[in-house]
């Protein structure tokens, strides 16, 4: 086991230097000045421009612009933000848990609904149901975020009036932060109703962003099921005479699980990415809204941080995930 966690310990280096090399590229890649975006409309002088770029240490080339960045890190220091002047590692904290949330209430959602039906569409293979479940969910995977997240807004928002259209909670509410989660929030406050309309909000940006993953788990689940139901370990279960209710949860799903662990590691990858465009439609204040926004203005310091930072998450819950897949199934923990 030790011999599994130091090599999959040992990819995390490269990937990190990867992530920051790519995040560094990207955004200057884009065209536009972040010290003319900081001017705006008033402009400035180029002896002031030349002024700004020397001390925000843009005038030097771009490789050691790149080596300064790493060792900034190495010391724990992610940058200000151009615009704030506040440190990007601040606006990420303050911002990341309202990302967090909606990203655990859409995995959610796509769990206590995938799975199951995954599993019904095993046991029930070729009939109706399992017609209507894989023709869900390929009509799920196949929905633009965008167009899926405005279709909701127009039929349960603006027909009729069940959701807010945007935002995390009622302006008629102030709740003070303490966790940064809007519902656990709301419940340490004096406001108790404020609960409900946290949770109003966050119901529609969690199904638009629950979706594809669970479209992905049922799938996967449905494959993985049938693969497991057909070994000769079930077919022995079956001929004993155990429950079949039994057989499926008990001797079947453990091992049909596995395939299915790896798939939602990688769509926690998703999730962050798709929360860019959700955050974007409902005006949810998360890292997706904010990563949008430093772009717009080309506050390179918040942008490579965000980046970072957002992979940092991801690579952990993967890392996490290997390992789990490691102890559920020892033969991985051997092979090479």
Sequence with gaps: MFAFVFRRLGLVIPTFLGVTLFAFILIRLIPGD????????????PERHAQMMAQLGLDRPMIEQYVMYLWSLLQGDFGRSLVTRTPVLDEFMTLFPAT???????????LIIGLPAGIIAAVRRGTALDHTVMAG???GYSMPIFWWGLLL???FSVTLGWTPVSGRISVLYYIEPVTGFMLIDTLLSDEPEAFWSALHHLV???IVLGTIPLAVIARMTRSSMLEVLGEDYVRTARAKGLNPVRVVLVHALRNALIPVITVIGLQVGLLLAGAILTETIFAWPGIGKWLIESIGRRDYPSVQGGILLVSCVVIVVNLIVDLLYGIINPRIRHAR
């Design 34 to 45: 972040p010290v003319a975006m900081l001017a705006g409309e008033r402009g400035m002088s």
């Design 204 to 206: 529609l940006p969690a």
């Design 153 to 155: 807004i127009l039929l």
């Design 137 to 139: 969910a390929l009509t």
């Design 100 to 110: 967090l949330e909606l990203s655990v209430t859409a995995m959610l959602f796509a």
